[in-house]
């Protein structure tokens, strides 16, 4: 039974507990109720003290107990309600039967000259918006008011014109306000109650139905704005949380990790993004393709938000890809441009500059679809326009092709990409930053790191943009050539398992990506295929180690191997001013090796014998 009571509560309890999304609006009224109550406490003050001074004429003993017991009762319900901080599921009904039979005490007072204070509890809980607690709260007010003006009609306010007095009667107030007059007359308790409820109550109560109605309207209402409001709220919710989702996402898939490649000394990389809204269309990148090539990107979607944020990872992945194939710059924004125009409906587009380094030189090899012209700075000089041949936007035009140049950057130099929100960005009167600015910033942390570079510029543009909202992606990249280092391959394989001709080709392949000179190449070759077949044939190796190494001057290759120590540097030269037949047999292949390079050196280092050969291809 306890179980069954306790069930019993719990579900009256739900039922009367509003939905979370009426929280806050229960709230709110409850703070508003107690404003009413307020401001109700505050009027029947001045109403005792204007009946006590004579203004209102009222007998003190008719106006002086149920002001007096009202104003308690308001007191009560305010203490409560700031007690509970307004915020209980059971303060809404204690604050509206509170109201009722505050109001009703001072009608049953004054009768028919409050007639509007009937009206005031429904009005008030029209504002919780729910049209069951309207109707319930009328049906009180209606009873509890019914009853007041029973009571009111004999011991408050007479409204003389529901009675006939005879002609020449004089009304005096004696007893109770033109109480004595009206019996003296033969007017009974009786007939003053039933006057009162047909001509003074009925009226009045028609009135409030139609009010009653009409707050019953408003509260429907408000609670059909209220849902959709919430509804809209939950979907804005939504959409922030998806977005700030793609936020997360496509900072990700920029490289944000810095110093990006802390191992290679050889050059330093920085780069910035930020995005007028959540989510933006520039979008810059760079990797390694191998050891010796490193890929950098600097781009720009039309539009902005979510259309240009997936427009761009689609680029961003289609280029890599072209990238990471080995192709040169002019064929990769080719490839990117057919690509995208294969199924571009929405007929967006991307401006690129893309450029491939090879950080053992510093050739750098560029190709610029419609993007903004970058700007370089040489060792001791400026930063600088370079205002390079521009094709068409990448996803344009099907069939574009592009063009490539080529630039030399020496140790100290710079280079800087930028996408058009940092030239034009704007101040309150609509100012472009413009690119003098931005070479200004530039050249005033010319010296800086590239991270210390684009602090630098983006500290200007934020002063100079000042308060004015910003309309465009801002994205910036730096690099600096900090000086080259050898290019390196190795080769690790088993003596059983390799020959002279797959050594031959592993160089071939390095030599060949290097643009290594044909005479220069031609005597390596020989060197190699000399000193492997000697370690295969003599050495009784079981591995083989080939390292090649090359510089912007020089090829370098060591071969180690785990044979019987020997160093072919001490055996004599063979002299080779005697016929093949007088000679002693051996000796040749390293007598030549050493003539035609120019270093070769031997040292058996922990257990392996090292031969270093050295070329010269200048």
Known sequence: ????????????????????????????????????????????????????????????????????????????????????????????????FGLIVVYARLDSMLTHKVAILMVIPVVFSSRYYSRRLTIVASVVTTLVFLMSAAW?????MINVNIVTLPAGTQMVA?????????????????????????????????????????????????REMVQTQHEKDVQTARIESELNLATRIQAD?????????????????????????????????????????????????????????????AAKI?????????KRPAQILTDTNAAICSNNREEMFVTVWLGILEISTGRLTAANAGHEYPVIKQPNGAFELLKDKHGFVIGGIDGTRYK??????????????????????????????????????LNAAGDGSPKEVLHAVRKDIDSFVSDAPQFDDITMLCFEMKGSTPLKR????????????????????ILTQKEVN??????????????????LDYSGAASLDVCCSLTEKDVTISFSDDGVPYNPLEREDPDVTLSAEERNVGGLGIFMVKNTMDAVSYEYRDGRNVLTVTKNTK
Not at 272 to 290: Q, R, W
Not at 318 to 325: E, F, R
Not at 406 to 424: H, P
Not at 518 to 535: G, H, M, Q, T
Request: hydrophobic fraction near 50%; charge should be negative; proline fraction near 3%.
């Open 404 to 441: 490539e140049y080529e630039l030399q950057l020496e140790t100290g130099s710079k280079l800087f990409l930028y996408t058009d929100g940092v030239t034009e960005a704007t101040d309150a009167f609509n100012t472009l930053f413009g690119t003098e600015r931005m070479l200004a910033a």
């Open 152 to 156: 009111g009609a004999t011991h408050g």
């Open 518 to 535: 044909r005479s220069a190449a031609a005597k390596l070759y020989i060197a190699v295929d000399e000193i492997v077949s000697n370690i």
């Open 174 to 222: 004696t007893g109770g306000f033109l109480g004595d007059t009206v019996k003296n007359a033969g007017v009974t308790d009786r007939m003053l109650t039933v006057n009162t409820l047909l001509f003074d109550f009925l009226p009045r109560w028609l009135m409030f139905s139609v009010v009653s109605i009409i707050s019953c309207n408003i509260a429907h209402r408000g």
């Open 1 to 96: 039974m306890k179980r069954k009571i306790n069930s019993f509560i719990q579900a009256l309890r739900d039922k009367l507990t509003p939905d979370e999304m009426f929280h806050e609006t229960e709230v709110q009224a409850n703070r508003l109720g107690g404003s009413i109550l307020f401001s109700s406490g505050v009027i029947l003050a001045v109403i005792m003290v204007l009946t006590a001074f004579g203004i209102f004429l009222l007998p003190w003993e008719s106006v002086a107990s149920p002001a007096i017991t009202a104003m308690v009762e308001i007191a009560v319900l305010m203490v409560i309600s700031l007690l509970v901080k307004n915020d209980a599921w059971w303060l809404k009904y204690l604050l509206i």
């Open 318 to 326: 289609i280029l890599a890809n072209n990238a990471m194939s080995g």
């Open 253 to 313: 898939m920029l490289p944000n990790c810095f110093p990006a490649f802390p191992e290679r000394t050889e050059f330093d990389i920085y780069a910035t993004m930020n995005p007028a809204k959540e989510v933006g269309g520039d979008f810059y990148d760079f990797f390694l393709v191998d050891d010796d090539h490193l890929c950098m990107v600097m781009a720009d979607v039309s539009g902005k938000g979510v259309p240009a944020a997936l427009f761009m990872m």
């Open 490 to 509: 190795t080769m690790h394989v088993r003596t059983d398992s390799v020959t002279p001709e797959d050594v031959r080709q592993f160089l071939e392949k």
